[in-house]
């Protein structure tokens, strides 16, 4: 009896460590440069930190990907640039993040990208990726 609550109480703890990996990511905010581009400062920039800053930072760029700067974002990675101004379906990163190209990032245990900011990410490129 004693060892089922206590297995229970372990499962209760591991349902509660996952509910808050699951939910840990800030809502996207859309910010806007005053000539209605996505502003890479305030929007693609926070998005990327919350969604891959564990893994592509300025100390731990996995895949050689440092996406913690946009000097970083626009060198990409051991395989090449990610990022093609202009051409979103053409975007290394887009594949991943949509999970239509090698590799799929995040990787599926670390959960997905927001939609709002794989949209948000999108409109950028396509707007032509700028450092605005
Ligand atoms: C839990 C760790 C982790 C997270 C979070 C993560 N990545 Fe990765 N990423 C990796 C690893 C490891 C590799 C290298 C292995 C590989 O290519 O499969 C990689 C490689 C990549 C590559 C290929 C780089 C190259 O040139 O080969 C891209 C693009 C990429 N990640 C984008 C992203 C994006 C965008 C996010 C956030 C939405 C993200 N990753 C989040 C671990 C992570």
Not at 17 to 30: D, F, L, Q, R, Y
Request: some cysteine; charged content about 15%.
């Amino acid at each position: 009896m004693k060892r089922s609550f206590l297995f229970l109480g372990f499962v209760i703890v591991l349902i509660g460590i996952w509910g808050c990996g699951a939910s840990s990511s800030t809502p996207v905010k859309v910010v806007k440069t005053a000539d209605g581009k996505v502003s890479y400062s305030q929007t693609i920039q926070p998005v990327l930190t919350d969604s891959c800053g564990s893994c592509h930072s300025e100390s731990r760029a996995k895949g050689g990907l440092n996406l913690a700067s946009y000097e970083g974002l626009m060198k990409g990675g051991a395989s090449g640039v990610v990022v093609i101004a202009g051409n979103a379906d053409e975007s290394q990163i887009i594949g991943s993040v949509e999970r239509t190209k090698e590799p799929h990032m995040p990787p599926s245990f670390a959960g997905d990208m927001p939609t709002q900011g794989i949209a948000a990410l999108r409109q950028w490129i396509t707007e032509g990726a700028l450092n605005n």
